[in-house]
């Protein structure tokens, strides 16, 4: 039932390990998102892609990397953690690349680095 | 470019007082204009949202309404619940944008 889905909904992990967080939408929709919260709760576009396609790559690190098996889905690996990674970071989708339309946002994915 | 303002929070009110959050937008053409809530451990949600100007959006007894003249989007409730303590972000869509800007949010703190 549930729209957006992520997991896992909390990851505690050390500094330099590798870990990603997994996005699935069944919406039908056609492009996802990778959006980070910080602490006072701004949040910032990271990625987007349209059938699974790139279409949005913010001044990210080169140790995040997105990943689109289909247009359901939308990973987020990320290399080498830093402290400064700790977030919380949500996956969105729409139905269309357009700022005009309505994003449905997962519960949330909240990282912890040590 | 485009760019969502709105007013820092927190807003601590106590129950059944009238919210005001005031938000103002500078885009390219016509924007859509939303407003997004968040509660506590979750993810965001669309509260409201219109499309063109005089506009009204409106949910679970919030409204907002598009003003052209004075390029805002306030969202008001005139009686607040503690279940309504929660994030909101206000956020504006135009054709010169893929995805909309979101505002950094006004955290309301609603007290019983």
């Known amino acids: 039932d549930t729209a957006v889905s992520q997991t896992p909904k909390y990851l505690v992990t050390q500094m330099g390990n590798d870990k990603s967080i997994k996005c699935e939408q069944n919406?039908?929709?056609?492009?996802m998102y990778w959006y980070k919260q910080d602490s006072k709760k701004f949040l910032k576009i990271m990625f987007s892609?349209?059938?699974?396609?790139?279409?949005i790559n913010e001044t990210v690190p080169n140790r995040f990397s997105p990943k689109s098996p289909d247009k359901a889905h939308l990973n987020l690996h990320i290399n080498s953690l830093e402290l400064g990674d700790s977030a919380v970071y949500f996956c969105?989708?729409?139905?269309?690349?357009?700022?005009?339309?309505?994003?449905?946002f997962g519960p949330g994915t909240r990282l912890t680095v040590l | 470019g485009n760019s969502v303002t709105q007013m820092e929070g927190p807003v601590t009110l106590s129950e059944e007082a009238f919210l005001t959050i005031n938000c103002t937008y500078t885009?390219?053409?016509?924007?859509?204009l939303f407003w997004y809530v968040q509660y506590p451990g979750e993810g965001l949600q669309l509260l409201l949202k219109?499309?063109?100007?005089?506009d009204k959006g409106s949910n679970k007894g919030f409204e907002a309404t598009y003003r052209k003249e004075t390029t805002s989007f306030h969202l008001e409730k005139g009686s607040v619940q503690v279940s309504d303590s929660a994030v909101y972000f206000c956020?504006?869509?135009?054709?010169?944008?893929?995805?909309?800007?979101f505002g950094r949010g006004t955290s309301l703190i609603v007290h019983p």
């Open positions: 969105a989708s729409s139905q269309a690349t357009s700022s005009y339309n309505e994003q449905f």
């Open positions: 919406l039908g929709h056609d492009t």
């Open positions: 892609y349209n059938n699974k396609e790139l279409i």
């Open positions: 885009a390219t053409g016509y924007p859509s």
């Open positions: 219109a499309t063109k100007a005089d």
């Open positions: 956020a504006g869509g135009s054709g010169g944008s893929y995805i909309p800007t």
